[in-house]
């Protein structure tokens, strides 16, 4: 009896996500009249704005990544290391962008750095692309930090620290050449997740007016029929690439871990 | 978990330098932006403190927006939270295959980030006037949904396209907690004489009870802070408070910047105090679970 209730819950919870998911592709196959062609794909790879926005959004989400990492790492490190009693702290501020809507986020970065601010940021293109990766890493920082912060929790820190400088090494050293390493699989998966955000992030991009592939998806969205549901299948795709990709690399490590 | 080892000795007031350039990052793209709303919410455009710009907020558009935002975050987290939940008891305790889970996971990690303008479009692809479903129940069934009542640009149809990155959120956070049941408490409950129906109302629901309104809580905040996903299903013209505050940071049509302040100081203290209950409870909830 329990048993059939709980094929019925599954099977009505797959039903409701494929359907949309078969819709999309099923429409996007359908630009020319009466077969199923990938037409509305060649339209899509041929428009140099699909390029354009799309590159921009991956050089956004390298940006961020590298950002994120250099931040998050040495600061994660460093309070495990010698200020245990900062990490509540800590957490509360790399909790707040779950709080705090990234809605709310930019329009406090348009009011305070616009063009007759101390720090005119909007006022450039690469400055609005700055503001832009921070606030890109903002949203990464939640599970950026959980996920590096879960990593070195594995490992000795302490142990590992003294072993390294009794040895000669600096910060740096023990940072890139320890610490990072160890942590890799975690810094990984973070960097993969923050790609899915970014990849699809619409409001922080359109408030400051860049060409990022969400803006760029919506307005297609406005004018087109056929080609927004291509790009659906796309961005699903990316989205279920960096999944995958986190579940791959997890994998890995404990395959790796296994065999040591 | 245990301790790491810290030597007091070392522990001089230099180590908080380690900490400045994080806390420099959080001051000048999380906190100042956050405050300088704050305060613009309680200012008066020449500067003066004011309770004026809140008062303003209660016109008939605002109210409903806010309204309206708040019903449907409170529609979606339930019936997200309930299918969620319902999905999630059956993997854990229904008996299926194992098999199933680990791909119900991943499925979950994978839908509840595939939220804004793409879900929209998969949506209208599949229940928009010409979509998919729409078009089969009409050739094959007779069956006009738009003559029925339904339309995907509306209330009901954000409800439908918002579980999409609900139900999923909701299965990877209740998992866990329904992992944290113990075998041991429902069979003490059948030693000593409880019913499936009895476990379920005196032993399992109030263990879980924290954990199922934490998560509520986050699945509110979570559908109240979206702005994407509606945008591009309904348009910058649906009364909701995000779209609200979007098109009132495009081009001010509020006709008063401070009265923008307000509208997401708003959003601030709705989704604070949703968050501050799903953080308060998951650490009531992490006791019984560990």
Sequence with gaps: MTRLFAWLALLAGCIYFALPLIGMTEFSLKMRRGVYSLDAYRKVFEDPSFWATFGYSLTLAAATIVVGVLLVVPTAYWVRLKLPQARPYIEFVTLLPLVIPAIVVVFGYIRLYNTSSILPLTGSAIGTDFLLTMGYTTLALPYMYRSVDTGLRTIDVATLTEAAQSLGAGWVTILAKIILPNVMVAVLSGAFLTLAIVMGEFTMAALLNRPAFGPYMQLLGANRAYEPPALAVIAFAITWGCMGLIQLVTRLAKHERAKA | ?290
């Design chain 2, 1 to 290: 978990m245990p301790q790491q080892p810290t030597r007091r000795g070392m522990r001089l007031p230099l180590n908080w330098l380690g900490l400045v350039p994080f806390m420099l990052f959080a001051l000048l793209f999380l906190i100042l932006p956050t405050m300088k709303i704050v305060i613009g919410a309680f200012q008066t455009q020449d500067g003066s403190f004011t309770l004026q710009n809140l008062i303003d907020l209660n016109t008939s558009s605002i109210r409903n927006a806010y309204w309206t935002s708040i019903k449907l975050s409170v529609a979606t987290a339930l019936i997200g939270g309930g299918v969620g939940f319902a999905m999630a008891a059956a993997v854990v305790f229904g008996g299926l295959p194992k098999r199933i889970r680990g791909p119900l996971m991943t499925f979950s990690g994978v839908a509840s980030n595939f939220a804004g303008v793409p879900l929209a479009f998969a949506f209208i692809a599949t229940l928009g006037p010409v979509g998919l479903i729409t078009m089969w129940l009409r050739t094959e069934f007779g069956i006009n949904l738009r003559a029925m009542g339904f339309n995907l640009l509306s209330f009901q149809g954000l409800v439908i396209t918002y579980l999409f990155f609900q139900i999923p959120l909701m299965i990877l956070i209740i998992t866990p907690a329904l992992d944290g049941l113990k075998k041991e408490w429902r069979e003490a409950a059948a030693v000593l004489g409880a019913t499936g129906l009895q476990y379920w109302r005196m032993v399992a629901l109030p263990v879980l009870f924290p954990s199922l309104l934490g998560t509520f809580a986050l699945l509110f905040a979570n559908a109240f802070g979206a702005v994407a996903t509606a945008f591009a299903l309904v348009g910058p013209q649906l009364n909701i408070v995000p779209i609200k505050l979007f098109a009132q940071i495009r081009g001010d049509v509020l006709g008063n910047p401070n009265l923008g302040y307000a509208l997401a100081f708003g959003m601030i203290v709705i989704t604070a105090a949703a968050n501050t209950v799903y953080i308060v409870l998951r650490i009531r909830a992490e006791r019984w679970l560990k």
